[in-house]
C-alpha cells in the first residue's frame, strides 16, 4: 500500500479506477482519502464513496455492468470473469434461458443482473437470476450493490493479492 499511497491521482485511477465497472469516479473520488492502512481499508472508502453518492450516480454504477452469460460487450475482466463461471460455454437453450431472465429481470429493475461470480456456476448463477427477479426494487438494488462490492473486492485482492 506504501507505492499506492504515493502515487498522483491519475497514476491511482489508473491503477484501482477499473475495480467498480467503468466507473473510475470512485475511485477518484477514493483518492483524497490517502493513506489507505490496506487493500481492506481501500476497498471500504470506495464502498462508502458509492453508498454515499447519489442514486442517479449509483443507477449508472449498476447499468455500466454486463448482462450476465449473454455474450454482449463487455470489459475484457468482465468476460474473464464469466468464464471462470463457465457462461462462456452455454448450450443454445442456456444461452436462451440466460437471454429470457436478462431481458424479464432488466424490464423490471431497469439495470442487469448482477452477481459475483466468482467460485459460481452457471447452474448457480440461473438459480439465483430465477429467485431474484422476483424481488421487490428495493431489496434487487440493495442485492445489485452487495454484488458491486464483491466484485470490486475480488478485482482488488486480485491487484494486491495476486
Known sequence: MEEVN???KEEFVQKVGWV????????????????FES??????????????????MQLALLRSHPDLGT???MSE????????????KLSKEEFEEFVSLNM????????????????QSKETILAAMKQRVHNSYEEE??????????????????IFIG
Open 6 to 8: 504515493q502515487m498522483s
Open 20 to 35: 467498480f465497472e467503468h466507473s473510475p469516479w470512485v475511485a477518484s473520488a477514493a483518492w483524497g482519502n490517502m493513506p
Open 39 to 56: 487493500h481492506e481499508n481501500l476497498l471500504q472508502t470506495m464502498i462508502d464513496i458509492v453508498q454515499n453518492a447519489e442514486e442517479s
Open 71 to 73: 455474450r454482449l460487450q
Open 77 to 88: 475482466v468482465s468476460q474473464k470473469e464469466q468464464a471462470g463461471a463457465g457462461l462462456d
Open 104 to 119: 424479464m429481470y432488466v424490464n423490471k429493475f431497469q439495470f442487469p443482473f448482477i452477481m459475483a461470480v466468482k467460485g
Open 141 to 158: 438494488y440493495r442485492i445489485a450493490l452487495g454484488e458491486v462490492y464483491k466484485i470490486a473486492g475480488f478485482r482488488l485482492n486480485d
